[in-house]
């Protein structure tokens, strides 16, 4: 008992640092381990990560490199009328008018690209618009070859700046149509109203005129009527003034007529006006119909109207049409066309990074079944 009591008290516990020695010394046994996982299978890792990324490189460097060009134009866009605009452009209708036009000039490959462009990000990867210091509206076109440029420009602008403002046109006239049928539908609603009070006043006249006025003398003279409304209290005046109160009101409301009848006809002049301009626009807009070719049917249609207030009607519309035209031009006229980069060394070492993590993970796994299979067996 003695000895042992002594034994255990004489055992003295390992130092601290020896275990963190030991420790250290596995970390070192275990990165060696993988060095020579690595190393042994660097040839799979090589082939596996650095050769796919060299061919993704050439194949990079080797294709065409495409060319932009960026339109500036002066117009103020809130965020509701930029995303209007968007969806305009972007419309499987409009796009089917841009494709068919590329198509006439010869430019199919383009065409083709913008056909085959299945995701909003492929589309703006070709024509895309971007807002500048909330002022400016920048329209970029990327495309190749760099001869090409130029035409393809030429057809994506002239779609942007005459065909898409006619669905603003179109969108514009049918808010003025229901403008005008607001007044008409209230001048309707008011006439037989109108019609029956100046029936039940005439009827009123009448039967004043045959009645027989009292004897005047009869009439104490020191009465004094006073009325904040003569009209509505014509029926205490003596008949004379009685009959020419409601005389008066007759006339009024035959005169309310009148104006009303005036307006009514003003109106649905106007509204018929503006639905033949509708309907122009509307059966149009599904072919490639510029703001241009509207504006001439504008100038056409005001030598055809005989009444003068549909004819001032007419021309200030055409005027703002015009003044609609000459806005849509952009700041610069014929913008540099610059280079876009390929980013074939980004791309490359992107491509590396990724197959070489992959080649590692592999390694480490076939060593592991490689161990796996040896215990097996």
């Known amino acids: 008992m003695e000895s042992s009591q002594n034994g255990t008290s004489n055992r003295q516990p390992f130092p601290a640092n020896v275990h963190e ?39 990079t460097f080797s294709r065409p490199r495409d ?8 117009v103020g866009l809130d965020e509701k009328a930029y995303k209007i ?10 796009l089917d008018k841009l494709v068919s036009k590329l198509r006439e000039t010869g430019l199919d ?23 500048v210091k909330g002022t400016l509206l920048a ?32 969108k514009g006239l049918s808010s003025t149509i229901a403008n005008f049928k607001a007044p ?21 006249l009448a039967k004043l005129k045959n009645l027989k006025p009292w004897d005047l003398g009869k009439i104490p003279s020191d009465i004094v009527l006073q009325f904040n409304n003569v009209g509505a209290n014509s029926a205490y005046l003596p008949l004379p003034y009685q009959i020419q109160a409601i005389e008066s009101q007759i006339i009024n409301l035959e005169e309310s007529i009148r104006a009303n009848q005036e307006k009514y006809d003003y109106y649905k002049s106007l509204l018929s006006l503006n639905q033949s301009l509708f309907d122009e626009v509307r059966n149009k807009t599904s072919s490639y119909y510029t703001i241009q070719q509207f504006r001439l ?35 610069i006229e014929n913008p540099s066309i610059y280079a876009v980069s390929k980013g074939t ?33």
């Open 21 to 59: 020695e030991a420790n250290t010394y596995r970390d070192e046994i275990n990165l060696i381990d993988y060095f020579r996982v690595l190393w042994k299978r660097r040839y799979f890792i090589i082939l596996g990560s650095v050769l796919p990324a060299l061919v993704v490189g050439l194949i």
């Open 67 to 74: 060319y932009k060009m960026t339109y500036l134009y002066d």
């Open 85 to 94: 605009l968007l969806d305009k452009f972007y419309s499987a209708e409009n």
């Open 109 to 131: 490959e383009y065409a083709q690209e913008i056909t085959g462009a299945n995701t909003d990000e492929a589309l703006k990867a070709l024509v895309d618009f971007e807002e």
């Open 139 to 170: 329209m970029t076109i990327m495309g190749k070859p760099k001869e090409y440029m130029q035409r393809i420009a030429s057809i994506v602008r002239d779609d942007f700046e005459k065909v898409i403002p006619i669905y603003s046109v179109k």
């Open 184 to 204: 008409l539908d209230d001048i309707e609603e008011n006439r037989f109203s109108l019609e029956l009070e100046l029936e039940r006043k005439k009827a009123t």
């Open 297 to 331: 049917f504008l100038l056409g249609s005001v030598k055809e109207v005989e009444k003068e207030e549909l004819k001032d009607y007419l021309s200030s519309y055409t005027k703002r049409i015009e003044n609609r035209i000459a806005t849509s031009t952009p700041v």
């Open 345 to 377: 060394i980004n791309k490359t070492v992107k491509v590396f990074g990724v197959l070489l993590m992959i080649t590692m993970l592999v390694s480490f796994l076939l060593e592991a079944l490689k161990k796996s299979q040896a215990r097996a067996s």
